[in-house]
Nanobody, 115 residues
């Protein structure tokens, strides 16, 4: 079955950087739009960034200019470079793969921004 495995989360100070990766398997990766979402305690899951199969990226206004999403179809990986992190960025970050027929989610990775 399809697997999406996130990695790279952790604890970082405000202003710091983290890079998340999502490794996908058992799907035709290049056919899927990939995305990063996050869910903070007590809040709904929200979109962070997406990237189409044609490498067109879009971002939530709260992260635009600080986060960069990119994909490598050769190794079935989508990454999220997060810079200038704020405490409000604290959340579980999820990877998502979507095409017309299917949607898949990873298990999530915790990102904590704190002193």
């Amino acid at each position: 079955q399809v697997q999406l495995v996130e990695s790279g989360g952790g604890l970082v100070h405000p202003g710091g950087s983290l890079s998340l990766s999502c490794a996908a398997s058992r799907l035709r990766f290049s056919d899927y739009e990939m995305g990063w979402y996050r869910q903070a305690p007590g809040k709904s899951r929200e979109l962070v960034a997406t990237i189409t199969s044609g490498d067109s990226a879009s971002y939530a206004s709260s992260v635009k200019g600080r986060f960069v999403i990119f994909r490598d179809n050769a190794v079935n990986t989508v990454s999220l470079q997060m810079n200038s992190l704020k405490p409000d960025d604290t959340a579980v970050y999820y990877c998502k793969a979507e095409n017309f027929d299917h949607t898949y989610w990873g298990q999530g990775t915790q990102v904590t921004v704190s002193l």
